[in-house]
């Protein structure tokens, strides 16, 4: 059974930094990619950046240049290092894991989310 847990949030003043870690557990299978998504109160759940098994990343627009995500593939973890955080930034923070295996393409594994206050 595939179990992922975030970790690292918290309450930071803005300009501070934070570094959010994700544990996947149960993977029997390939990841493909691993990324971070934010939901803040009374918004949708966004893309904020992902890696692939290959090293290639994406991030938002948003948190360019302030966040980077990296991986141990090896303990199937991701962490986002999160820098000059601002207000606008505090959310709950949910990790994604995205794999599978030749002809089968897992589902979608979420942790329960870890999360981010920004004070101004």
């Not at 501070?16 to 029997?28: D, Q």
């Not at 990841?31 to 938002?60: C, F, H, N, P």
Request: proline share 2%.
């Amino acid at each position: 059974q595939v179990h992922i847990v975030e970790s690292g949030g918290g309450l930071v003043q803005s300009g501070g930094s934070l570094r959010l870690s994700c544990v996947a557990s149960g993977i029997t299978f390939r990841i493909y990619d691993m990324g971070w998504y934010r939901q803040a109160s009374g918004k949708t759940r966004e893309l904020v950046a992902r890696i692939s098994d290959s090293g290639s990343v994406y991030y938002a627009d948003s948190v360019k240049g302030r966040f980077t995500i990296s991986t141990d593939n090896a303990k199937n973890m991701v962490s986002l290092q999160m820098s000059s955080l601002q207000p606008e930034d505090t959310a709950i923070y949910y990790c994604d894991i995205n794999g599978g295996t030749p002809g089968w393409r897992a589902p979608n594994y979420w942790g329960q989310g870890t999360e981010v206050t920004v004070s101004s």
